[in-house]
Each structure stands twice: as C-alpha cells, then as structure tokens.
C-alpha cells in the first residue's frame, strides 16, 4: 500500500479547546469516537490558555509543538515544556494538562507501539521502516518532496506498508 492523503480528506472535529485536523487512522473504518482505532494521527489548535487532554485508556501518546510553545504536566509523572519539534510520550490514561496556544501533531497508538521523528530532508534519502511496523508515515511540513517519484505536497501525509522509501527534497518551498 502507498497513499497519499492531501488536506481536503481530513477529518475535522472541534473539541473544548479547539479544533482537530485528522491525517489518519487506522484500521481506516475506525473512529476516534468509538475509540476502536489501532492508530491515529492528527494534528490539534489549542485555542485555549489552559485545557485538559482527554483521557485514553491503553493508548500510548506521542505530541510535538508545529508552532507555540506548551508546558505540559503528567500529574504524578513528568512536566515539560515543549518547543517546536520537540516530543514528548506518555500514556493517555494518565491525568495531562497543558498551558499554552500552539499547533501540535498527534500519534496515539492503541494496545501497541510506535512513534515519530522529524527530519529535514535536503538531498535525497532512504528511510528504512523496521520489519516489525505495521505502516509508516512521512508527513510533509513544507516544501514538497518527492517520495518513490510521487510528489507529496506541505500538509500531506504519506501511508505506506513499504519497508524502504527513497524521499528527495524537490526544491519547491
């Protein structure tokens, strides 16, 4: 499988504190809602000063800062304060709130693992998924980059069972 989802095929939900773009989920008959997904990515606008993340049981959290700054508490855990591109895991039952209006990108995994990272690509690059993913996704920030000669523009993300990608930066920002 190969697809790339451009922004008119987002989901968009609002929440109290904001609104929620979907890049994916998977399986892909799934819902947030029904909370019967393996796997979600999004991104989120915090409007709001101060808000409280919602609870998810079994469900591994990864969030990074696309533009603000967040300070995040995990009651009983860890506090921290994000900048853009920086991460921060953590599980979803956990009592979470945040302080700051930002922009942020979401992975939250059901019952499994998995992550992200960011990545600038300059040249022209392989990127290896392990044998043990189920998919891989590139997300394209800005710019456009040309992944397997197939153009994936900013704000479009890539879903791919592939285990090896060539990915080239194609010098159009």
Not at 38 to 56: Q, W
Not at 123 to 147: P, W
Request: charged share 30%; glycine share 6%; net charge negative.
């Amino acid at each position: 499988m190969f697809k790339i989802l451009k922004e008119k095929d987002r989901v968009i939900s609002n929440w109290s504190g904001g609104v929620t773009k979907q890049l994916y989920i998977y399986p892909e008959d799934s819902t947030y809602q029904e909370r019967n997904f393996k796997f979600r990515i999004s991104i989120a606008t915090t409007e709001l000063e101060n808000s409280t993340f919602t609870k998810l049981e079994n469900t591994h959290r990864v969030i990074s800062i696309l533009d603000g700054k967040m300070e995040l508490e995990h009651k009983n855990h860890h506090n921290i304060t994000l900048e853009k591109y920086q991460i921060d895991r953590f599980e979803g039952d956990w009592d979470t709130f945040s302080k700051g209006k930002v922009t942020d990108f979401n992975l939250m995994i059901k019952d499994g693992s998995g992550d992200f990272f960011f990545k600038e690509i300059e040249k022209e690059e392989n990127i290896i998924f392990s044998e043990k993913d189920l998919l891989g996704f590139v997300f394209c920030i800005s710019g456009t980059l040309l992944v397997d000669n197939n153009e994936l523009k900013s704000g479009e993300i890539l879903i791919t069972d592939n285990k090896k990608i060539k990915i080239q930066n194609n010098g159009k920002i």
